[in-house]
């Protein structure tokens, strides 16, 4: 009866553990939602075309597509996501029609806006 008390409580030691990691991981997408959605939230400000977000997000999920080994794909596309928005962000400290359709970079992923 010991012996199944003490496997009983390895068991439960291990499911914690996995709950624990679990949680880290949303929490790390949480954060990593909320300043992708905050990013969008300041280029609509910035009156951002949807054509230029658009182009932002399909470069995203192209660059993304073969999801690399050892990270969690959801994860990797919202950083990227994160990523290129800031980038696109950066770029907006220049009038909008003043502004190039494209600008080399040296990230090719990232798309001015």
């Known amino acids: 009866e010991l012996q ?3 496997e009983e409580t390895e068991a439960l ?11 880290v991981r949303l929490s790390l997408v949480e954060e990593k939602l909320m300043d992708v959605l905050q990013l969008l939230q ?3 400000d ?9 182009k932002i997000l399909l470069s995203t999920l192209e ?3 073969d999801p ?12 990227t996501l994160s990523q290129e928005l ?8 220049q009038p909008l029609e003043k502004a190039p359709s494209r600008r080399s970079l040296s990230n090719p992923l990232v798309i001015s806006c």
Do not use: I, Y
Request: hydrophobic share 40%; with cysteine; aromatic share 2%.
């Open 4 to 6: 199944q008390k003490a």
């Open 13 to 23: 030691k291990m499911e914690l553990q996995m709950l624990e990691t679990e949680r």
């Open 42 to 44: 300041q280029l609509r």
């Open 46 to 54: 910035l009156n951002v075309s949807k054509r230029a977000l658009g």
């Open 63 to 65: 660059s993304c597509r």
């Open 68 to 79: 690399q080994p050892g990270k969690a794909h959801l994860f990797e596309v919202l950083d």
């Open 86 to 93: 800031a980038a696109c962000e950066l770029l907006q400290s």
